[in-house]
């Protein structure tokens, strides 16, 4: 592994913050593509209020000089524009009530008090949170574990992006269906639909990656398989229940002379027809297009609320609702690229070489020529 990064920051507190170790030295950053990643997340059509006052834009605080990075840990931070409404709620010091009047202390405390939840919402972090960590207000679970997290791994995928570029490997997001609508037109006057209802919706998003060389993964060891790997990054965004490689689950309902990809030796290349592999065999890149298909739930906060329970008290009640996007599919597959990006630059860092650009292009252009594609 060349690359590993941490995550820190609640939806609400005043940032998010990230740190990426093992970016080499040598390679120039474009921030306006990052901060381009960054705002295509905030986008599409069913996000909810939130979107609107927030406005994502990295901030780094080390590992960059001059926009080129130096091999240092790339320490970053995004903030949370929401948290000026949030002040007291998610203060980090214990507040001096003592010292302020008795106006001022009951405001503080009005303010502090309504955001406590007390009412489960079903297929939320909620319920497991509370219990493991024994917290009496789910505000605990909902800060961390709430989407907004995503910014922060779309920050750095947008860096690993960036490294990408420099060899054109290029990634991409669609989206296939919404609900159970697959008609792309469709796709917003459905959400609406449900957004009037206060409902919510999921939907399938294919990521295609172009140009990744052949050989990253490896078929030796279980967790060096670049599918695997793909899986375990994308099955960890919020609300992904599914992930598919090529034709995916697909490939159990034919035979195999009717799916498997042909090899043939062309122009002095090997290569393939066709593509159900999705670009990875035996664990390993296989020089066509790596597509990937993950399917997400529809978003678990919504008006029209589930029935749940309180905690403490343990009564019936209606779910806890504040605010929030009603459809992210979108917003998801931005998430999901910035992912796949971590691990295909993760592994071709391990190919290629870990310290700087000049020695990991020579390592690149050698290994091109050897398999004939330059
Ligand atoms: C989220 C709830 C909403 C979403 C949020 C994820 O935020 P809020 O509670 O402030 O209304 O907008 O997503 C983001 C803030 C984001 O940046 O994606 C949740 O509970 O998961």
Request: proline share 2%.
């Given at each position: 592994m060349a690359l590993r990064f941490l995550t820190a920051g609640e939806s609400h507190g005043e940032c998010l913050n990230g740190i990426i170790e093992g970016i080499p030295y040598g390679y120039e950053l474009d921030f306006d593509f990052i901060n381009s990643e960054l705002s295509a997340r905030q986008s599409g059509v069913g996000r909810g209020g939130r979107m609107k006052i927030e406005k994502d834009k990295i901030k780094i605080t080390s590992g960059v000089r001059?926009?080129?990075?130096?091999?240092?840990?790339?320490?970053?931070?995004?903030?949370?524009?929401?948290?000026?409404?949030?002040?007291?709620?998610?203060?980090?010091?214990?507040?001096?009530?003592e010292n302020l009047d008795e106006t001022t202390r009951e405001e503080i405390n009005e303010k502090i008090s309504e955001?406590?939840?007390?009412?489960?919402?079903?297929?939320?972090?909620?319920?497991?949170?509370?219990?493991?960590?024994n917290f009496e207000d789910i505000r605990y679970v909902l800060e961390r574990s709430s989407a907004r997290e995503t910014a922060t791994r779309v920050a750095v995928g947008a860096i690993c992006q960036?490294?990408?570029?420099?060899?054109?490997?290029?990634?991409?997001?669609?989206?296939?269906?919404?609900?159970?609508?697959?008609?792309?037109?469709?796709?917003?006057k459905y959400i609406k639909e449900y957004q009037e209802q206060g409902d919510s919706l999921g939907g399938v998003i294919k990521i295609t990656i172009k140009n990744v060389p052949v050989?990253?993964?490896?078929?030796?060891?279980?967790?060096k398989r670049l599918d695997g790997m793909l899986a375990q990054s994308l099955m960890s965004i919020p609300a992904i229940k599914s992930v598919e490689v090529g034709l995916g689950k697909e490939y159990s309902m034919v035979s195999g002379f009717n799916s498997h990809d042909e090899i043939y030796y062309?122009?002095?290349?090997?290569?393939?027809?066709?593509?159900?592999?999705?670009?990875?065999?035996?664990?390993?890149?296989?020089?066509?297009?790596?597509?990937?298909?993950v399917a997400m739930k529809p978003i678990p906060t919504m008006k029209k609320a589930l029935n749940s329970v309180e905690i403490i008290t343990h009564k019936n009640t209606s779910a806890h609702f504040e605010r929030a996007d009603n459809c992210a599919v979108e917003a998801a597959g931005v998430v999901a690229r910035n992912m796949a990006a971590i691990v295909i630059l993760d592994n071709f860092l391990d190919k290629f070489g870990k310290d700087c650009k000049n020695d990991i292009d020579k390592a690149f252009r050698a290994y091109k020529k050897r398999i004939n594609e330059i």
């Amino acid at each position: 592994m060349a690359l590993r990064f941490l995550t820190a920051g609640e939806s609400h507190g005043e940032c998010l913050n990230g740190i990426i170790e093992g970016i080499p030295y040598g390679y120039e950053l474009d921030f306006d593509f990052i901060n381009s990643e960054l705002s295509a997340r905030q986008s599409g059509v069913g996000r909810g209020g939130r979107m609107k006052i927030e406005k994502d834009k990295i901030k780094i605080t080390s590992g960059v000089r001059h926009s080129i990075t130096t091999a240092s840990p790339i320490a970053f931070q995004i903030q949370n524009k929401d948290f000026q409404n949030w002040i007291y709620p998610m203060s980090i010091t214990k507040i001096d009530f003592e010292n302020l009047d008795e106006t001022t202390r009951e405001e503080i405390n009005e303010k502090i008090s309504e955001k406590i939840i007390k009412k489960l919402r079903p297929a939320h972090a909620d319920l497991a949170g509370v219990i493991k960590y024994n917290f009496e207000d789910i505000r605990y679970v909902l800060e961390r574990s709430s989407a907004r997290e995503t910014a922060t791994r779309v920050a750095v995928g947008a860096i690993c992006q960036n490294i990408l570029k420099y060899y054109d490997i290029e990634f991409s997001s669609e989206i296939l269906s919404i609900g159970a609508c697959d008609k792309k037109e469709d796709f917003e006057k459905y959400i609406k639909e449900y957004q009037e209802q206060g409902d919510s919706l999921g939907g399938v998003i294919k990521i295609t990656i172009k140009n990744v060389p052949v050989g990253l993964g490896s078929f030796v060891h279980w967790d060096k398989r670049l599918d695997g790997m793909l899986a375990q990054s994308l099955m960890s965004i919020p609300a992904i229940k599914s992930v598919e490689v090529g034709l995916g689950k697909e490939y159990s309902m034919v035979s195999g002379f009717n799916s498997h990809d042909e090899i043939y030796y062309e122009n002095e290349k090997y290569c393939h027809k066709t593509n159900n592999s999705g670009g990875i065999e035996g664990g390993m890149s296989n020089g066509e297009d790596i597509v990937l298909t993950v399917a997400m739930k529809p978003i678990p906060t919504m008006k029209k609320a589930l029935n749940s329970v309180e905690i403490i008290t343990h009564k019936n009640t209606s779910a806890h609702f504040e605010r929030a996007d009603n459809c992210a599919v979108e917003a998801a597959g931005v998430v999901a690229r910035n992912m796949a990006a971590i691990v295909i630059l993760d592994n071709f860092l391990d190919k290629f070489g870990k310290d700087c650009k000049n020695d990991i292009d020579k390592a690149f252009r050698a290994y091109k020529k050897r398999i004939n594609e330059i």
